[in-house]
C-alpha cells in the first residue's frame, strides 16, 4: 500500500510538474521571404524558470517551411505553416508565415505574327515572381489601348472590331507588359467547308476541312478558323451532345441534326448532317456457368488443350490459394475438374502458355511471406502437377503475370516487373527486369503481345516496352521502353493493344482502377476506359473514353477480327463494346454499346451481387469471371436483321 | 495461521477482482483487411467487433502493425501495402472512426507513441524489397504529418519506446542491426552488430561464467538441437549464392526489439538464430542469451518486468521467460501455425497472442495466463492476424 501510495504521489507531482512546462518561442509572430532563414530561438520554463530542457522544432509542411536540425527555419514557399515545438513532457505550435513574393515579370506569348479584324485570337501569359516561381494565384488585369479597336476578355482573347495599332496591356501591382499588335484588314470574303461524309450514325467521326478564301479566291492560309456545332437531337428530352475538335474533327452522341460551323471573323461555313442511331444493340443469352459459391473468384484463363478440348483455369482471391480448372468444351456444361491448392490466400492471376501445357498462377498471402509464382503442368488438365514454384524476387506478391513465348512477365512487390525464362517450367531463371525510375513508381499490370509489353503503371501510365517485337531493339534479356502516355488522375491499372483495321489506327485502350465511386464507399468502383491513339508513338493522344455511371473497369478484352471490346466493369458486369472505325469521345453516349450483363447469382457467395473481374473471348463465346459467383459463359447474339422488332422476354 | 487466513482471503478477493474485469485488445486480420477488437473476461475470449479498414475491396492493403496511444484515446493502424507507399491511419478508440490518415514508405509496420515527445515512430519494414537501408517514420499524430524519415537498415522491424520515452529501438532484419534511435532530435545514436553481438556470447572462452545463469544452460542442454551452434558457423555456408546486394545478409535476422519496462536493457529476438539477446543499453552490450524455439518473432514484457513473452513463429508455439532467474517457464503451443505478435495487459496478468494461420484458416488469439502458465481461450478472427496491441482492462 505504502508503494502505491509512493507511486500515485509520484505521477500526481510530475503531471503537476510536466503541467508547469512550458515552450517559449522568442518571437511567435513570424513572417518571413521566400528563400529567407531564420535562427528560432526556443526553451522551456518550468513555473516560469528558465529550464535547460532541449526543445525540438518541427514544420508541417516541410515544403514551404523546413526547420533544420539546429532550427533554422528556411523559408521555400509561400503560405502559413504550423510549427510544431516539442520537448520532454510538453509541446506548442505557433505559425510562420511566408509572404508571397513581389511579382517581377508577366510573359505574354502565343502572339500571332496576323492578326485579322473579327477572328478572335488567345494570348499566354505566365506570371514569375521575385523568386523565380511560376503564379498561379493571381491573375493579371488585361486591357486594351484602344478598345474601338480591339478588346481583350480575362481568358486573354482579343477581338477586333477594327483595323488598326493597338497595345494590349497585362499588369499586376506594379509589373506590367506590352504587346503591339496590328489588326489587319481581313480577307477572307468567304469559307469553303468540306466533309468526308455526308451522313452516318452516332459515333462515327467526321472530317471536316474549312478552307479561307480572299476576294479572288486565293487560299488565306495564316488565319485562324474555329470550329464549332450545334445541333436537334431527334428525342426533344435529349440532348444533341457530341465532340468537336479544332482539327475539324466531329463526333456526335445522340441521332438528330447537326450543324457544324467553320468560321474566321465575320465570315462562316456551315454545313448540316443527319446521324442516324448506331443501333449496334444485340442480345446475349447465358450459355452456362461454372459456379463458385465457396469463396471469392479472381481472373480467367481460357484455352483449347492438345486434346482439342477446351479448358479454363480460375483463381481465387482473399480465400485459401486454390485455382480451378473447369472443361468448357460445352459451354452449357461447364464442369470443374480439377484444382490445386497452394500455401497461399490469393491467387490473383492464371496465365495458360499458348500450347496449353504451362499454367502460371500467381501467390499472395503465404504463410511464410514467400511469395511468388507457381508453375503447373496443365498438359492434362485433369490432373494438374506441379512443375515448380518461384519466388526469388517476387517475395511482395505476385499480383499480375503473362506468358508469351516461354517467358513468364511477373510482377513483384508492384513496383517492377521480372522477366523469366520458363522454357524448361520446372527450372524456371529469371533473365531481366523493369522498372522504372521515377519518384515513387508503381505497376499493377503487364500484357504482351507481339513482342510488346503494355505495362500499367498507375501514375506513370502506361508503358510500352520492346521485349522481342524489334522496334527498338530489345529482347525479353534486353527490355527497352519505346513509347508511354499518362493521364492526370494516375489510375492507370490496365492496358490492352487494338490495331484498328477499319482506321488502320493503333490504339492502347487504358483502364482504370478507382474505389470507392465518388465518396461511397461499399463495393461501387470508378474509373473508365481510355481510348489512346498511339498511332504516332511519340505523340500518343487520348481521345475517347468508355466509362459506365455507378461503376468502374476492371480489365477486358479486345477482338481485333470483329473490333469489339469485352469490359468487365466490377459492379457494373461485363460489357461489350462496338470499337469499329475512328474512336473519338464519349462512347456509350454514341450507343457504342452492343449489349451487358449484370451475372448476379442468388446463390453466389454474394448472392445477386455483380462483381466481374475479367473477360475473354474465345471461340465465339464470352466467358468471364465474377468474383461472386465463378465461371460464366455467354453468346452475344447476331446482329439482327434490319427493320426486324424482336422481342422476348 | 494468520497469515494463511490472509492469503486465503487476499487469493479470493483477487480472483473475484480478475474475474470481474474485462481486457480488450485490437488485432489485424491481414489478409481480411480488417482490424478485431477481442474482450476477455477472464474466461472467455471472443471478437466483438470486426472493422474494415482500407478504401480498396478490390485489393488486400495488409494491416499489419497497430498501437494505442498512451492515452488510449485513439489507436493507430499502418496498411501495408500501396501505390507503391503505405499509409498510417488514426482510429478513435471505441467508436473505432477514422480520424486521420497519412501516407509513410514502403510496407509501414510496427509502432509505438512516445509518451514524452508524443510523436509516433513507425518503422518502414520494406519486407519484399532489395536488400537497402530502409527508414524509421517520425509522425506528428495531432496534424497527422509525417515528420521526418530516419534511415536505418535493411527491412527494420519491431518499433518500441524506451521506458523513459526519449529512445526509440528497432532492428534490421536483413543487415541485422540493432538501431537505438534519439526520440527528440531523431538521429541514429548508436547500432550494434547483432550478429557479432551473438557470437560474443556463443564464444564461452572469453565469457565471464560467474555472471552466467548456467540454471538456464542446464534446462537447455535437455534440448540439444537447439544448442546446436554449428548450424551457425557462417563459415560453412555458401554465401556467394545468395543475392545480398552487396549488403550483409544476416543470419541472426532480428525481428524485434522490446525494452526492459524499468531498466536499461532490451531485448532483441533473433529470428534466425532462434534466440533473444538482452542488451545492456548502457554498456551496449549483449549481456544474457534465451535460446528459444523456432523462429522468435515477436517480444513483450510484462509492466511488471517479470516476463518475458516470446512468439516462436516457426515453432508455433510461445514462450514465457523469468526475465529475473532467465528460465523458460513455459513453452505453450498455440492454436495453429505461425504464432505472430504478443501484447501483454497492464496488469501483467495476460498475455494475447495472435497467430496467423495458414491459406484460409481463421486468424486467432490466444490468450495466455501468465500465472497458470496456460492458454485460457481463444478468440478467432480473420484471415492472418498479426499485429497485436492491448487497449484497455476494465471492470
Redesign the interface.
Known amino acids: 500500500m505504502k508503494r502505491l501510495l509512493v507511486t500515485v504521489l509520484f505521477v500526481l507531482l510530475s503531471t503537476g510538474l510536466q503541467a508547469q512546462k512550458k515552450i517559449v518561442i522568442s518571437a511567435e509572430d513570424i513572417t518571413l521571404e521566400v528563400g529567407e532563414k531564420l535562427p528560432l530561438e526556443a526553451y522551456v520554463t518550468n513555473n516560469g524558470e528558465k529550464t535547460e530542457d532541449?526543445v525540438?522544432l518541427?514544420?508541417?509542411?516541410k515544403k514551404k517551411v523546413f526547420i533544420d536540425?539546429v532550427g533554422v527555419a528556411h523559408a521555400f514557399l509561400p503560405g502559413k505553416v504550423?510549427i510544431?515545438a516539442?520537448t520532454?513532457?510538453a509541446?506548442h505550435s505557433f505559425d510562420i508565415t511566408v509572404n508571397a513574393p513581389a511579382i517581377s515579370e508577366i510573359k505574354i506569348g502565343n502572339i500571332p505574327e496576323r492578326i485579322y479584324k473579327g477572328s478572335p485570337v488567345q494570348f499566354n501569359y505566365t506570371v514569375i515572381d521575385k523568386a523565380g516561381l511560376t503564379r498561379k494565384d493571381v491573375r493579371p488585369q488585361l486591357s486594351s489601348s484602344n478598345e474601338k479597336i480591339a478588346t481583350i476578355d480575362p481568358f486573354g482573347y482579343v477581338h477586333s472590331t477594327r483595323e488598326g495599332e493597338v497595345t494590349i496591356t497585362a499588369r499586376l501591382d506594379e509589373i506590367e507588359n506590352t504587346v503591339r499588335i496590328n489588326i489587319l484588314k481581313n480577307p477572307v470574303s468567304n469559307i469553303e467547308l468540306e466533309v468526308d461524309n455526308g451522313e452516318g450514325r452516332t459515333g462515327d467521326v467526321f472530317h471536316f476541312k474549312a478552307t479561307a478564301l480572299d476576294d479572288n479566291g486565293n487560299a488565306v492560309v495564316q488565319i485562324p478558323i474555329r470550329y464549332s456545332f450545334n445541333g436537334i437531337a431527334d428525342d426533344v428530352s435529349t440532348t444533341a451532345s457530341g465532340l468537336i475538335r479544332q482539327d475539324g474533327s466531329f463526333v456526335a452522341d445522340k441521332a438528330g441534326i447537326y450543324t457544324v460551323i467553320a468560321s474566321a471573323g465575320v465570315a462562316s461555313a456551315q454545313k448540316t448532317l443527319r446521324i442516324s442511331p448506331r443501333n449496334i444493340q444485340r442480345k446475349i443469352k447465358t450459355v452456362g456457368q461454372g459456379m463458385v459459391s465457396e469463396?471469392f473468384t479472381s481472373d480467367l484463363w481460357v484455352w483449347e488443350g492438345e486434346d482439342g478440348r477446351d479448358y479454363a483455369v480460375t483463381g481465387t482471391?482473399?480465400?485459401?490459394?486454390t485455382a480451378y480448372f473447369w472443361d468448357v468444351t460445352d459451354p452449357s456444361n461447364i464442369s470443374r475438374i480439377d484444382s490445386i491448392?497452394v500455401?497461399?490466400?490469393?491467387v490473383n492471376d492464371v496465365k495458360v502458355s499458348e500450347d496449353g501445357n504451362v499454367t502460371v498462377i500467381s501467390r499472395?498471402?503465404a504463410?511464410n511471406?514467400k511469395n511468388g509464382l507457381v508453375i503447373l503442368d496443365t498438359s492434362n488438365p485433369r490432373d494438374v502437377k506441379i512443375h515448380a514454384t518461384y519466388d526469388?524476387?517476387l517475395?511482395?506478391?505476385v499480383h499480375n503475370v503473362f506468358i508469351d513465348k516461354g517467358y513468364v512477365y511477373a510482377l513483384?512487390?508492384?513496383?517492377k516487373y521480372y522477366i523469366i525464362d520458363i522454357k524448361d517450367p520446372k527450372n524456371p531463371v529469371a533473365v531481366s527486369k523493369f522498372e522504372l525510375d521515377t519518384p515513387?513508381?508503381?505497376i499493377?499490370d503487364v500484357w504482351v503481345q507481339d513482342g510488346i509489353a503494355y505495362s500499367s503503371n498507375?501514375?506513370d501510365g502506361i508503358q510500352l516496352v520492346d521485349v522481342g517485337n524489334g522496334i527498338a531493339g530489345g529482347s525479353p534479356e534486353n527490355p527497352v521502353q519505346f513509347a508511354s502516355y499518362t493521364y492526370p488522375s494516375g489510375d492507370n491499372h490496365a492496358a490492352f493493344p487494338f490495331k484498328s483495321k477499319s482506321t488502320g489506327k493503333f490504339y492502347v485502350i487504358g483502364g482504370d482502377?478507382v474505389?470507392?465511386y465518388a465518396e461511397n464507399?461499399?463495393?461501387l468502383?470508378g474509373g473508365y476506359l481510355h481510348m489512346i491513339d498511339f498511332t504516332d508513338l511519340d505523340n500518343p493522344q487520348e481521345v475517347a473514353r468508355f466509362e459506365i455511371p455507378f461503376a468502374g473497369s476492371?480489365n477486358y478484352w479486345v477482338d481485333e477480327e470483329t473490333e469489339t471490346l469485352y469490359a468487365t466493369f466490377?459492379n457494373g458486369g461485363v460489357r461489350v463494346v462496338d470499337i469499329s472505325g475512328e474512336l473519338m469521345g464519349d462512347l456509350l453516349a454514341q450507343g457504342r454499346e452492343i449489349t451487358f450483363f449484370m451475372p448476379g447469382d442468388p446463390n453466389g457467395f454474394i448472392p445477386n451481387m455483380p462483381?466481374t473481374w475479367g473477360a475473354q473471348l474465345h471461340k465465339g463465346h464470352l466467358f468471364y469471371s465474377d468474383?461472386h459467383s465463378g465461371l460464366w459463359a455467354s453468346k452475344v447474339e447476331p446482329p439482327k436483321a434490319e427493320n426486324v422488332k424482336i422481342k422476348t422476354k | 495461521m494468520k497469515r494463511i487466513v490472509l492469503s486465503v482471503i487476499f487469493a479470493a478477493l483477487f480472483s473475484v477482482t480478475a474475474l470481474s474485469q474485462n481486457y480488450y485488445v485490437y488485432v489485424t486480420a491481414e489478409s481480411e483487411d480488417e482490424v478485431s477488437v477481442i474482450k476477455f473476461d477472464g474466461k472467455k475470449a471472443e471478437t466483438i467487433k470486426n472493422i474494415q479498414v482500407g478504401v480498396w475491396p478490390q485489393e488486400i492493403e495488409g494491416p499489419h502493425g497497430i498501437t494505442v496511444d498512451p492515452s488510449g484515446e485513439y489507436w493507430y493502424l499502418s496498411l501495408a501495402h500501396g501505390n507503391p507507399y503505405g499509409r498510417l491511419y488514426k482510429y478513435k478508440t471505441g467508436t473505432d472512426e477514422v480520424v486521420g490518415s497519412v501516407e509513410l514508405g514502403l510496407f509501414p509496420a510496427s509502432m509505438q507513441i512516445s509518451p514524452v515527445t508524443g510523436l509516433l515512430y513507425c518503422v518502414n519494414f520494406n519486407l519484399h524489397g532489395d536488400m537497402v537501408p530502409s527508414t524509421v517514420s517520425v509522425v506528428d499524430v495531432e496534424s497527422m504529418t509525417e515528420l521526418d524519415q530516419i534511415t536505418t537498415g535493411a527491412m527494420p522491424h519491431g518499433s518500441r519506446i524506451s521506458s523513459d520515452g526519449m529512445k526509440h529501438y528497432s532492428v534490421a532484419m536483413m543487415s541485422g542491426e540493432l538501431f537505438e534511435i534519439d526520440a527528440f532530435n531523431l538521429k541514429v545514436a548508436r547500432t550494434l552488430d547483432l550478429d557479432e553481438a551473438s557470437k560474443g556470447l556463443v564464444d564461452h572462452s572469453t565469457m565471464d561464467h560467474s555472471k552466467m545463469d548456467h540454471s538456464a544452460m542446464d534446462k537447455k542442454e535437455e534440448k540439444p538441437k537447439e544448442m546446436d551452434h554449428s548450424k551457425m558457423d557462417h563459415s560453412k555456408m555458401d554465401h556467394s549464392k545468395m543475392d545480398m546486394g552487396g549488403m550483409k545478409h544476416s543470419a541472426f535476422k532480428p525481428t524485434w526489439v522490446s525494452p526492459h519496462p524499468s531498466k536499461d536493457l532490451v531485448y532483441v529476438a533473433g529470428n534466425g538464430a532462434a534466440e533473444v539477446l538482452e542488451i545492456d543499453t548502457k554498456t551496449w552490450k549483449a549481456t544474457r542469451k534465451f535460446i528459444t524455439d523456432k523462429g522468435p518473432y515477436n517480444i513483450d514484457l510484462s509492466p511488471d518486468g517479470k516476463y518475458m513473452v516470446v512468439s516462436y513463429k516457426t515453432a508455433a508455439k510461445t514462450g514465457i521467460w523469468d526475465l529475473e532467474t532467465g528460465k523458460e517457464l513455459a513453452s505453450l503451443d498455440n492454436s495453429q501455425k505461425v504464432t505472430h505478435g504478443v501484447a501483454i495487459s497492464s496488469d501483467s496478468r495476460y498475455a494475447f497472442v495472435s497467430v496467423e494461420g495458414k491459406n484460409d484458416d481463421p486468424g486467432m488469439v490466444d490468450v495466455i495466463d501468465l500465472k497458470t502458465l496456460k492458454v485460457v481461450d481463444t478468440a478467432y478472427l480473420g484471415k492472418q492476424a498479426g499485429g497485436i496491441a492491448f487497449w484497455k482492462v476494465e471492470d
Open positions: 532541449r525540438r518541427f514544420s508541417r509542411d536540425s504550423t510544431l516539442i520532454a513532457g509541446r469463396k482471391w482473399s480465400a485459401d490459394g491448392q500455401d497461399a490466400r490469393t499472395e498471402g504463410s511471406r526469388k524476387n517475395t511482395g506478391g513483384s512487390a508492384g513496383q515513387g513508381h508503381s499493377h498507375w501514375s482502377e474505389f470507392p464507399g461499399s463495393y468502383a476492371h466490377y462483381q468474383m
